[in-house]
């Protein structure tokens, strides 16, 4: 992997902070703006320590 490139968990990982801040910690806002069902939100969410 090239060094410097972003990698995919750690743009998920900024793009869920960025929706829970700007959405005050709405997770149904967030999983409609990211497309995906609560669930789904719920478990990036868990996997990236946000709850």
Same mark, same amino acid.
């Given at each position: 992997?090239?060094?410097? @490139?972003?990698?995919? @968990?750690?743009?998920? =990982?900024?793009? #869920?902070?960025?929706? #829970?801040k700007?959405?005050?910690g709405? =997770?149904?806002?967030?999983? @409609?703006?990211?497309?995906?069902?609560?669930?789904?939100?719920y478990?990036?969410?868990?996997?990236?320590?946000?709850?």
């Amino acid at each position: 992997m090239p060094t410097g @490139e972003p990698t995919l @968990e750690s743009i998920e =990982r900024e793009y #869920l902070a960025t929706l #829970l801040k700007k959405y005050g910690g709405n =997770r149904r806002k967030v999983a @409609e703006v990211m497309g995906v069902s609560e669930r789904t939100a719920y478990r990036m969410m868990d996997r990236h320590g946000y709850k």
